[in-house]
């Protein structure tokens, strides 16, 4: 799988819809929810009633639940009620992560846990055999446009080797500073997906949607 999740998180809202019915027509699969609630991150987003809209008006869509949220399991079944795709929550958020990977699962979603930037990839020791996804935060959470942190594509990397050398199932998604002239290295790393926000958001979305999804397909 490469794939490429814009982030509603730099969308226009006024025109959320109407955006996403222009990428959906060039060929968006993935759409990536960054859910906040200004206590994990110091900023506040949306919640089940727009994952439910979305999901209502894009049934096709694969919705990447992103939740950067305190108290994570407290909120799993009502975003479970959208049917998204994979809902990720913070292994810095959770202490029983266990639990809630398998919690997640027995909804019938995919479990996905992130890691901040400083977290190193080793915690995720006992994990990786369980989880479905593993989203690398590049950026610290809680805001969009930010710059791309190098050395996360160390753990890109570590996560992959070990993918291979364990013969694990997850995949790898990276989110934060993703853009046309890094994509394709992020994927030659062994990233699965790619969440972006300004870069496609900013601008004529449907010309860098097709840009940077052209790079990673290979036909540029």
């Known amino acids: 799988m490469k794939e490429l999740a814009p982030s509603i998180l730099s969308a226009d809202f006024c025109k959320l819809g ?3 019915s222009f990428l959906e027509k060039e060929g968006m ?13 110091p900023n506040i987003t949306i ?3 727009v994952c439910n809209s979305i999901a209502k008006n894009f049934p096709h869509l694969k919705l990447d639940v992103h939740l950067m949220i305190e108290e994570p399991m407290r909120y799993i079944d009502a975003f ?3 049917n998204p795709y994979i809902i990720y929550f913070h292994l810095e958020a959770e ?4 639990r809630l990977v398998n919690y997640i699962k027995s909804k019938g979603v ?7 930037p400083s977290t190193p990839v080793s915690l995720l020791e006992h994990l990786l055999p369980i989880v479905d996804g593993v989203l690398v935060m590049s950026v610290n959470p809680g805001f969009g446009g930010q710059k791309f942190i190098p050395y996360t594509k160390n753990k890109i990397k570590l996560l992959n080797n070990i993918r291979k050398a364990q013969g694990y199932g997850y995949f790898i998604a990276v989110d ?13 790393l062994g990233c699965n997906l790619f969440v972006a926000g300004s870069s496609v958001f900013k601008g004529d979305i449907v010309k860098n949607f097709k840009e940077m999804n052209n790079i990673l397909k290979g036909k540029l």
């Not at 699969?29 to 991150?41: K, P």
């Not at 995919?110 to 901040?116: E, L, Q, R, T, Y």
């Open 18 to 20: 109407e955006q996403l």
């Open 29 to 41: 699969s993935f759409v990536h929810i960054d859910v906040m609630d200004g206590h994990f991150v």
């Open 47 to 49: 919640g089940p009633l």
């Open 80 to 82: 479970a009620q959208c």
């Open 95 to 98: 202490n029983h992560a266990d």
């Open 110 to 116: 995919k479990a996905g846990i992130s890691i901040n």
């Open 176 to 188: 934060g500073g993703v853009n046309k002239e890094n994509i394709k290295e992020l994927s030659d």
